[in-house]
């Protein structure tokens, strides 16, 4: 939905903030000092902007979002293919970015760098071009990703954290501080170090989510027997997966898991993070 441009007359808007008379605010939205508001920008019911934040581009932001100092949102991508075009940032509703996130536009027109519903992007991060985050992910301090990465639904990625460019990270995965993410992460698992490794299966998380409860405790034990047999069996991936089959018709969990790798190891895209143990994994291991 857009607005005319006589609404900015009832915002809450500092009178040192900048704004374009093309910009569309909801008239709920409130704008701090010395902020930078540029024409394409749309945004929605109850926003926060804080002060000194610029948001350039065609960039589109939900409702009840807070945006924090010094945030940059929709400006030209970091990439050497960029044409110049005026590509979309879409951002949901109920999303915190902390003070000097930067979120970058993507390289073509008809692309678009996603940010979805209720994330917590924390300071000093970088979203480059091309990024889609799901919802409910947290991103901590001074984490950098790459272009083209996509972040599943509940995933956690802890501070100092660096992401290759065109990487996946699934669902309710957590990535520990300071490590090197070069391959896919798979759902549901821990991974951490340089090289990073799958260290085992994120219990935190799938405490929280309900999921170790779940059925009498059957979702999480057919998650283990999964984990078992891709990271402690002598399988190969490729054999540990077709062993996934009968699980998987009666666990969406399960499922989602063997999905995810197959599809990672078939993209021809990075390749899968190995666990501790890696032989038989994937021809990219170095190790």
């Not at 940010?115 to 917590?120: A, E, P, S």
């Not at 091309?130 to 984490?143: F, T």
Request: aromatic residues 6%; glycine residues 10%; proline residues 5%.
């Amino acid at each position: 939905m857009l607005w005319s441009p006589e609404a900015h007359l009832t915002t809450l808007i500092h009178p040192t903030a900048v704004i374009h008379p093309g910009a569309n605010l909801h008239p709920s939205v409130k704008v701090g000092p010395y902020a930078v508001i540029g024409e394409k920008v749309t945004v929605g019911a109850e926003t926060e902007i804080g002060p000194h934040v610029v948001l350039e581009g065609h960039t589109e932001i939900g409702a009840r979002n807070r945006i924090f100092p010094g945030a940059a949102i929709g400006l030209e991508p970091q990439d050497l293919k960029y044409d110049g075009s005026l590509s979309l940032i879409k951002i949901g509703d109920g999303n915190r970015i902390r003070e000097y996130v930067t979120i970058n536009r993507p390289t073509r027109f008809d692309e678009v760098t996603l940010i979805g519903n209720n994330n917590l992007i924390m300071a000093y991060a970088h979203v480059a071009h091309n990024c889609v985050i799901e919802d409910q992910v947290i991103i901590s301090n001074a984490v950098a990703l790459a272009g083209h990465i996509r972040i599943e639904s509940n995933a956690r990625i802890s501070g100092l954290v660096g992401v290759h460019q065109f990487v996946q990270i699934g669902r309710l995965a957590i990535v520990g501080g300071m490590t090197r993410v070069d391959r896919d992460v798979p759902p549901y698992t821990t991974v951490e170090g340089n090289p990073s490794r799958v260290r085992g299966l994120n219990r935190i998380a799938l405490q929280r989510s309900g999921l170790m409860e779940a059925e009498g405790g059957r979702i999480y034990r057919e998650l283990k027997q999964a984990f078992r047999l891709l990271y402690r069996s002598d399988f190969t991936l490729t054999e540990a997966l077709e062993q996934l089959n009968d699980i998987a018709a009666e666990n969406e969990h399960v499922r989602h898991l063997q999905r995810f790798l197959w599809e990672s190891q078939q993209s021809g895209r990075r390749g899968v993070i190995p666990g501790c143990k890696i032989s038989g994994w994937n021809n990219k291991d170095e190790d």
